[in-house]
């Protein structure tokens, strides 16, 4: 990466119906107290910051060297440096995807999934629990519009209470959930 080389970020919807309509947004607490265990600090930075810089400039177009320095990444530019490792994990995790060939130009995704099982099971407990209470408060918004999906996905979805340690009835919540940590 070339220090004056120009980093696009452009702003789109989430590739999964699901995610885009019960995702989280990239300032969503869950964003930091979640993934951040996943991804680390610089990529969550980064997500967390992408609404303000899109506020400006749609798409967003930023000096490599300036992104950097605004992440608290040191200023290597070489292709290896941390700056494009930062970028390379907003593909690997999918919460990007490259624009062609280009790796300095990437869609970013506005919506957030949750984590999966097999995420969950490597992360630390307080992760988890912040997991668990921050999904289950975003989800409970939308029972009562979703309850006819609730009852499409509780047909063709087995739900494993016992993974998510639940106690209380089944709402359209948890099968939201279960559908959307497939």
Known sequence: ????????????SHPDRRVRQVGFGLTDPYVEQCWSAVVGPSTTLLLRRL?????EHQPAQIEASELGRSLGLSPSMAKHSPLAYTLGRL?????????GQQRD?????????????????KVPQWTRNAHDRL??????????????QAKIDAATAR???????????PTAAPV???????
């Open 105 to 121: 130009n990437l869609d970013v995704f506005v919506e957030v999934a949750p984590l999966m099982a097999h995420q969950l099971a």
């Open 51 to 55: 609404p303000e810089l899109w506020r």
């Open 159 to 169: 739900l494993d209470r016992a993974q998510f340690g639940h106690d209380q009835a």
């Open 176 to 182: 939201l959930r279960k559908s959307l940590e497939r």
């Open 135 to 148: 999904l289950d408060a975003h989800l409970e918004q939308f029972d009562g519009v979703s309850e006819h």
């Open 1 to 12: 990466m070339e220090r004056d080389q120009v980093i696009t970020l452009n702003p789109v």
């Open 91 to 99: 593909v690997r995790f999918r919460f990007a995807r490259p624009v």
